[in-house]
């Protein structure tokens, strides 16, 4: 019975071993991860700041009135 426990236990411990193996081999490097969140093309970094412009617009405006905009409950629903 001890030696189906640590059988048990040692196939646990190989498995998330063996995951964590394949995980690392997977996932891209650092460079890559880096690659490919900075924008490499001009347009595609504009398209990416207007955006964030005009998500930040839309919080501000939020957060700068006292109605459920999220809901659809403000005054301008009455």
Not at 8 to 20: D, K, N, T
Not at 67 to 74: E, F, H, S, V
Request: charged share 20%; no cysteine.
């Amino acid at each position: 019975m001890s030696a189906a426990r640590l059988l048990r236990a040692g196939g646990a411990v190989a498995a998330v071993v063996l995951g964590y193996g394949l995980w690392l081999v997977i996932t891209p490097g650092e460079e890559q991860r880096v690659k490919t969140l900075s924008q490499s093309s001009p347009l595609t970094a504009e398209e990416s700041r207007r955006r964030t412009a005009l998500v930040m617009q839309a919080m501000k405006d939020a957060a700068a009135t006292n109605d459920n905009l999220a809901t659809g409950r403000g005054a301008a629903a009455k």
